[in-house]
């Protein structure tokens, strides 16, 4: 059964191009990872400074994994002068669904 992990990231309006570059230049830190299906970064619109980052998995080992793999050394370390750079987000909780039903759209 399919996991979502949906990372809730409280954003400052004058931290929100940053955040978005920075997940802009590591697209593709997760596409390879074993289990992933899918991810998205969610902007919001209107009434929140939180965005979502929308993660699907195969499964809650597969996250597990991707999370003490290359998550953890994309986090952890820092540029060429070792600082790391000043979080985006000031901010961040987990959220864990299960998959109880899904669609897609028809096919016509």
């Known amino acids: 059964m399919s996991v979502v992990k949906i990372n809730v990231l409280t954003v400052p309006a ?3 191009e940053v955040l978005e570059k920075r997940f802009a230049a590591r697209a593709s830190a997760v596409e390879g990872s074993d289990g992933f299906e899918w991810f998205e970064l969610l902007r919001p619109v209107e009434g929140t400074d939180q965005y979502l980052v929308y993660t699907r998995w195969r499964d809650e080992e597969s996250f ?3 999370m003490e ?3 953890k050394s994309a986090h952890g370390g820092g540029g060429e002068s070792g600082e790391r750079p ?3 987000a000031t901010g961040s909780t987990l959220w864990s669904f299960e998959v109880a039903q899904s669609a897609g759209p028809k096919n016509s």
């Open 14 to 16: 004058e931290q929100r």
């Open 64 to 66: 597990q994994a991707w």
């Open 69 to 71: 793999g290359t998550m």
């Open 86 to 88: 000043k979080p985006a």
